[in-house]
Every structure is written in C-alpha cells, then in structure tokens.
C-alpha cells in the first residue's frame, strides 16, 4: 500500500520525508489546515501551481499518482457550491497537457454543476481533447447520476477512502467525514479489516495531535459513538494527554522524556558537567497505540517506542530493552538544555 498524504505529513514532521515535489513542500499545510483560513480563491491558484511542469513531472507523483490525484480532490472540495471558482477551474483545462486536464477533471468530479456539464459537452465535441475523452465521458456520468456520493457520504472500505475523508475535513472542519472515519472502528474485527482499522488508528491518532479542532470534535462526539469507536476514541485521547509533560527514567541516570502538545518531543542524549543535552524531534502514536519517537542531535538520530500502561512509560534505554520512566510531578520540573 502506497505511503498515504496523512503518512508523507508525519513523515516530513519526524525528518523522514522523502525527495517531494514542490506543490507539497510549499503547501501541504495549507491544504493540511485550510478550514482554518478558509479562501476559495485559492483554490484556482494552488490548482495552477500543481498543474506546472516541475510538480506533473515529479518522480514522486510519477510513484505515486494517487497523491497528486488526491489534491486534485481537495481542490474540489475548496470549489464545491462555489459556481465562480468551478469556472475559474474549467478555464484552465484548455491550456493544460493531458496530464493536467486529468487533474482539472478530478478536481470537477468534487464540484463540478450544471454549467460543468455544458463545458463537458463542448470538450467532447472538440478534436483538440480526444486524449481526454474517456476522462470527460467518466465525469459527464458521474455528474449525471442524481445519486452520485462524495467521500463523506459513504462507507470507508480501503486506505484510498480514508486519505479523501482526511482531506474533507482539511477543507471544511466538519464532522462529517471523521464520523466516516470513527465508522471504521466500529467495523468487526476480521482480516479483511485489519489494514483498514490500522489505518485509520494510526491516521487518527497522527491528526488529532496536529488539529485542536479534531480534538474538540473528537471530545464532543465519542459520547454518542458506538461502543467500539467510542472505546477507540477515548482510548487515543487519554493517551496523548497523559503523555504530555516530562519524565524521568527510574534508574540513576534519570533520563528526561519531555513529550509537548501538537508532537514535539525531546530525550537526554549525553550528560555534560551533570547536565543532560537533549536530542529534539518528534513523536506520533502507532496503529497498535504505542508511541514512536525520533530525535536528532548534531547528526546522529534517535528512534524510539514506548508503551504507556498505568501511568508508566516503558521503552529501551542504551543496552537495557525495559526501563521505566515515570512522569515528573508538578513542581520537580528541571531545565532541559
């Protein structure tokens, strides 16, 4: 399974990120917290600037084609009811190469309307846009069928289906599609799910320490879940809020773990003149619910995972597999250099 959007951004946040075109490296966070800044207008300049040549051509979306497909998707959703930017939208189609025509029509399958229609029919009667035929007629239909579901308005069934219901609620803010994520949790626990759960804990998880208002949603709605979501929920919220605060190994070194809200995270890397000099980086929940740690100082790296159980944090320490940390009470709390 291809590394999804929400896997690229914690990529990037814990300095794994890969070579990325430069649409993402200049606005994934745009587009990852839109809905806090929401312009429609920029949706026909961030669609012009995915449409240049140096991010179609990338040898990243070249690997992996669903990510450029699927900004395409939250360009949609920036123009959905917004008549003005759909045209703006439809005026760049016939300038674009076949690639970008591609995107442009992905784009419209999110907000496209009545007069899209119209524009479909002149595209298909233009020899001009043959290459992009099957395309049009695939759009012409979906906008057609009076039953047509975006994202939301469905069942998640694969990895694919969770990354465009993250990006709705990039967009909008809105409830709706982490409802459609909360239903995952609620699926049976077969094999045929297991990927599809993991995901979307993992993904959860990842998003609610990057998003107040995930969380605030998150918070106001557990209550109304189903049992098995509602446990899920509760369960990943508890954890990053314990988390949250410095801890100290219980051996004589007393290592410090200070875990900040939104991700941060420091550890002891080398004691100097009885000082420890810390390592920074970041920290992100797993789909089993453990935390996993990277940390860097002056080159080299440190990757961690911990279990948090009864108010305990266990987690390798130099040639020791188990060692224990344990949260500083208020109070106790010591600089960190």
Known sequence: MPAS???????SMMGQAPDLPPFVKDHAK???????SPDPALGPKLLKELLKKDNLEHPWFAKNEYALFL???LLGDIGAGRPKIVR?????FADAPPAGRRIIVRSLMNCGDKETLKQIDAWLADSKYADS????????KHLEDPERKDARDRAAKSPDDLDLLWGNFFITGEYAPISRIMDVFDLPDAEDNRVLKQVARWSFGSNLQQHPKLMELARKHAKD??????????????????????WLSQDKDEEPLVFEKGGAFKCGFIKEKGEWVM??????LTADGKIATRAEY????ITQTFTLKDGVLIGPRGPNPKVEWKKEKSGEKKSDG
């Open 30 to 36: 745009t587009m990852t917290f839109y809905y806090q």
């Open 88 to 92: 703006e939208y439809e005026a760049a």
């Open 225 to 246: 879940r189903p049992q098995a979501s509602r446990k899920v929920v509760e369960e990943v919220i508890r954890t990053l809020d314990e988390v949250v605060g410095r």
């Open 298 to 301: 002056k080159g080299s790296t």
């Open 279 to 284: 390592a920074s980086g970041a920290y992100v």
């Open 5 to 11: 959007y929400v896997v690229v951004l914690a990529a």
């Open 71 to 73: 900004n395409a998707a």
């Open 133 to 140: 035929r099957k395309e049009l007629e695939s759009l012409k």
